[in-house]
Structure formats: structure tokens, C-alpha cells
């Protein structure tokens, strides 16, 4: 099974502020990568897949970037909506596996 | 705008079997993959099972280890509705249970329904 590690734990930023979020896997998982938001009582949302990919929808100021066992989700400004915990998955293998997330806050 | 609706959660007894239910519209399942994933209470996202859609695999199925011979996914084409028949339940199978269209990365989650497993 792929170990998907992700730092820091929680991120403290200030609305307007640039946000970084990092996700390591145990083995390569070439670019089979995504990341989700969840606020709280709300399902996951899909940001990004295959590494840097936005989903639909999903604003620019969102940027995935990575290959292999090191990956980054960068939010450039971040809104107060952005506040939330942020998960990665791998589906490069079975099982998928995810971080175990990192909580953006103020 | 796609959509998914859980329902079938609940509370039940350890060794109990209970059936999650989950209706898409504005899209076909039987031309898209699908998930579950589970949330324990202040944890993270756990992959559950998929089932594929399309090509020579249609219909295969995966499971995570921990669910594997208790935990069966199967769908209704003709009612456009994932299941997940989950038996033989355990404390530790406690969770918010999704699910999801695509069996790599998901694109569509539904709500959620939750399973508490409790005497």
C-alpha cells in the first residue's frame, strides 16, 4: 500500500496569503494524484487531478504541481472560503490511498 | 449538474448487516465508475470499494483489505443506484460513508449517510 504523507498538519495564514500544502508518497505515483477540499459537514470536492489538473470549476488561484513522490497545492491568495482541510490521493495503485490532510485556518 | 443521495445509515449492533443505497442523477452509472469512500469520526478519507464501468472489465470490483469478504458494492442500472451491502459489522466500520463517481480520482460525492456500529 502507497503511504500518502502530507505537511504540515495545519497551516495558520492570513486571508489574502499565500498557501502551500505538501503531500509525499511512499513510492512513485507517476502524476495518478489529486487533491480535495471538505469544510466541515460537507463532502469532499474534488480541486485537482493528475498532479495539476484544475477540476471544473475550480478557481485559478488553485495550482497543483508534482510528478513521482512530491507534490504541492498552491493557493496564491487565499479566500475566506479556502479555509478548510485538504486531503491528497493516489490512484496509481490499489488501494487508493489518502493523506491524511492538512487544515488551513486562520 | 450531477448529483449523488445516500441514504441507508443508521445505527446497528457489531455483527449486523446493513445495505447504503446511493442514487445519481443527471448521469448514468452504468457508464461511469463508482466509489465508496468512508470518513471515521475526526479522521481521514478511506478508500472502501469500486466498481468499473466500461471495457472488458465492466462490473469488476475492488476492496480495501479491511472490508474484503464482509463488504459487497453492486448497482441497479435500470434504478441508476450504487449499493453497498455491508455484513458482519465492527466498531471500528463507524463512519460517514460516501460515494463517488470515478474509481481513480472521484468527481461527484454525495453527502454522506452515517454508520454507527454500537451495542
Known amino acids: 500500500e502507497i503511504v500518502m504523507t502530507q505537511s504540515p498538519a495545519t497551516l495558520a495564514v492570513s486571508p489574502g496569503e499565500r498557501a502551500a500544502l505538501s503531500c509525499r508518497a511512499s513510492q512513485s505515483v507517476s502524476i495518478n494524484f489529486a487533491w480535495y477540499q471538505q469544510k466541515p459537514g460537507q463532502a469532499p470536492r474534488l480541486l485537482i487531478y493528475?498532479?495539476?489538473t484544475r477540476a471544473t470549476g475550480i478557481p485559478a488561484r488553485f495550482s497543483g504541481s508534482g510528478s513521482g513522490t512530491e507534490f504541492t497545492l498552491t493557493i496564491s491568495s487565499l479566500q475566506s472560503e479556502d479555509f478548510a482541510v485538504y486531503f491528497c490521493?493516489?490512484?496509481?495503485?490499489?488501494?487508493?490511498?489518502f493523506g491524511g490532510g492538512t487544515k488551513v485556518e486562520i | 449538474e450531477a448529483q449523488l443521495a445516500e441514504s441507508g445509515g443508521g445505527l446497528i449492533q457489531p455483527g449486523g448487516s446493513l445495505r447504503l443505497s446511493c442514487v445519481a442523477s443527471?448521469?448514468?452509472?452504468?457508464?461511469?465508475?463508482m466509489s465508496w469512500v468512508r470518513q471515521a469520526p475526526g479522521k481521514g478519507l478511506e478508500w472502501v470499494s469500486s466498481i468499473n464501468s466500461g471495457g472488458p472489465n465492466v462490473g469488476n470490483t475492488d476492496y480495501a483489505d479491511f472490508v474484503k469478504g464482509r463488504f459487497f458494492i453492486s448497482r441497479d442500472k435500470s434504478k441508476n443506484t450504487l449499493y453497498l451491502q455491508m455484513n458482519s459489522l465492527r466498531a471500528d466500520d463507524t463512519a460517514v460513508y460516501y460515494c463517488?463517481?470515478?474509481?481513480?480520482?472521484?468527481?461527484?460525492w454525495g453527502k454522506g449517510t452515517t454508520v454507527i456500529v454500537s451495542s
Open positions: 443527471e448521469f448514468s452509472i452504468s457508464t461511469n465508475s
Open positions: 463517488a463517481r470515478g474509481n481513480y480520482y472521484m468527481d461527484v
Open positions: 493528475g498532479a495539476s
Open positions: 490521493q493516489q490512484y496509481n495503485n490499489w488501494p487508493l490511498t
